[in-house]
């Protein structure tokens, strides 16, 4: 039979009995090997490569910025290789799309090691990432005491405030370092009223950022058309500012700006409904060009009532930048 057509060959080769059949088939298998084998050998003595594997060609090599491989070494726990990048030159303060760095990396991990190293290279103790959580944040809700005790003594702000309005004491669950967050602020004579004053701070700032603008503005037609503007998710600064809970800015939009009433739209819903329900937002600009840009509440979605925005939120927080630590 030849070999250079098989599928004509069918129709003879089902009149077969079984075993001739099974002895073409191991025949035609041999005859299979036989060529792989000269044409291999051929190939060998040619020199040539199928696929360049090795890479010693740099123009096929994936590189990635050096602030990647730190974040993801960082992430792997190689403390010799963030040691080598860190003297190389390279920012200790690097950080990905989620504003993550090593820092809160190690917080996170619980390598006081780690933490010591990015430290000694002068990494930024009070790094926010996209939801304004510092490295002390991330350590205190892991319940990671002896990072904390490292953080406070190398400067970590116990009054920083997340984009939840949490501070770290607030989403601490472990009993011991609860304590410990606790006794350095009363050791430093932090009263209730200073941190109901920082909790406000953010408040008062786009306030004070909307009035200027307001009033500044030399059409306040203009202005009021650009303040209810909606972003891609259909939220303006009253559907903020209702998410966020900041009456004063809620008064004044609706009361000396006169915004119009906003109508419910498919993604954001009513301005009055964000108090109750977490929502996603982008950070949205304040009119004119150049004023304050405000980064908003994290894209996780969580409600902005104390008391739902603390533990669980934590836990959501370090779910998802476990999730993507190393993200570029």
Request: aromatic letters at 4%; proline letters at 6%.
């Amino acid at each position: 039979m030849s070999r250079s057509d098989p599928s004509a060959e069918m129709p003879q080769v089902e009149k077969l009995p079984a075993a001739e059949r099974i002895r073409l088939a191991k025949k035609r298998r041999a005859q299979q090997l036989k060529r792989y084998a000269q044409w291999s050998k051929a190939m060998d003595k040619k020199g040539h490569q199928v696929r360049n594997l090795t890479g010693d060609d740099p123009s096929r090599m994936v590189r990635f910025s050096q602030n990647i491989v730190l974040l993801e070494a960082a992430a792997r726990g190689d403390i010799d290789e963030v040691r080598s990048l860190l003297k190389s030159g390279v920012n200790p303060n690097a950080a990905n799309d989620d504003g993550l760095t090593a820092l809160h990396q190690c917080c996170i991990d619980n390598s006081e090691a780690m933490c010591r190293l990015l430290l000694e290279f002068n990494a930024d103790v009070n790094a926010r990432d996209t939801e304004q959580w510092t490295p002390l944040h991330a350590a205190a809700t892991c319940g990671h005491i002896a990072i904390c005790r490292l953080l406070v003594n190398s400067g970590a702000e116990l009054l920083a405030v997340n984009a939840d309005g949490n501070m770290p004491y607030d989403i601490c669950e472990e009993s011991g370092t609860l304590d410990y967050i606790e006794g350095e602020m009363a050791r430093r004579g932090i009263t209730q009223q200073q941190i109901d004053d920082t909790r406000l701070v953010p408040e008062k700032r786009m306030l004070q950022d909307v009035t200027r603008i307001f009033e500044q503005s030399e059409s306040k037609a203009a202005c009021r058309q650009q303040f209810n503007k909606l972003d891609s998710q259909g939220a303006n600064l009253l559907h903020v500012a209702c998410a966020s809970g900041f009456l004063s800015v809620i008064v004044y939009l609706l009361d000396q700006v006169r915004v119009p009433s906003t109508p419910a739209t498919r993604t954001a819903g009513r301005p009055c409904m964000w108090p109750l329900a977490g929502a996603s937002w982008t950070p949205l600009k304040l009119w004119p060009p150049g004023a304050p840009t405000w980064t908003l509440a994290p894209p996780l979605g969580r409600p902005s009532t104390t008391c739902a925005r603390t533990r669980r939120s934590g836990n959501a927080w370090i779910q998802s930048r476990r999730r993507r630590s190393c993200s570029g």
